[in-house]
Nanobody, 124 residues
Framework: QVQLVESGGGSVQAGGSLRLSCFAS????????MGWYRQAPGKEREGVAS???????SYADSVKGRFTIFKDNAKNILYLQMNSLKPEDTAVYYC??????????????????WGQGTQVTVSS
């Protein structure tokens, strides 16, 4: 059974940094593609970043150059390093994963497995 558990959310001032973590279990971490989504109050969930099993990445334009997605296959952990945070980055951030067969949309992939989310709040 695939399980994803996020951590690392919190409150930070604009311009600051946070690193989100997602511990994965129940599958071979290195063979899945993974990603991060976020959902702000009153808005639809949106894709932020993704990383394929071969390590290739994709990002939403709104976070490109500020966020970095990477993973540690030995520890089964996915990360999202967020720098130069803006108030508009405030949202619940979700970790997601799926088999490479279904990961055809990059950061817009409709992943099959989801974590419970972690809150990120950026104040101005």
């Amino acid at each position: 059974q695939v399980q994803l558990v996020e951590s690392g959310g919190g409150s930070v001032q604009a311009g600051g940094s946070l690193r989100l973590s997602c511990f994965a279990s129940g599958y071979t971490h290195s063979t899945y593609c993974m990603g991060w989504y976020r959902q702000a109050p009153g808005k639809e969930r949106e894709g932020v970043a993704s990383i394929d099993s071969d390590g290739s990445t994709s990002y939403a334009d709104s976070v490109k150059g500020r966020f970095t997605i990477f993973k540690d296959n030995a520890k089964n952990i996915l990360y999202l390093q967020m720098n130069s945070l803006k108030p508009e980055d405030t949202a619940v951030y979700y970790c997601a994963a799926d088999l490479p067969l279904y990961c055809t949309g990059g950061y817009l992939t409709d992943f099959g497995y989801w974590g419970q989310g972690t809150q990120v709040t950026v104040s101005s």
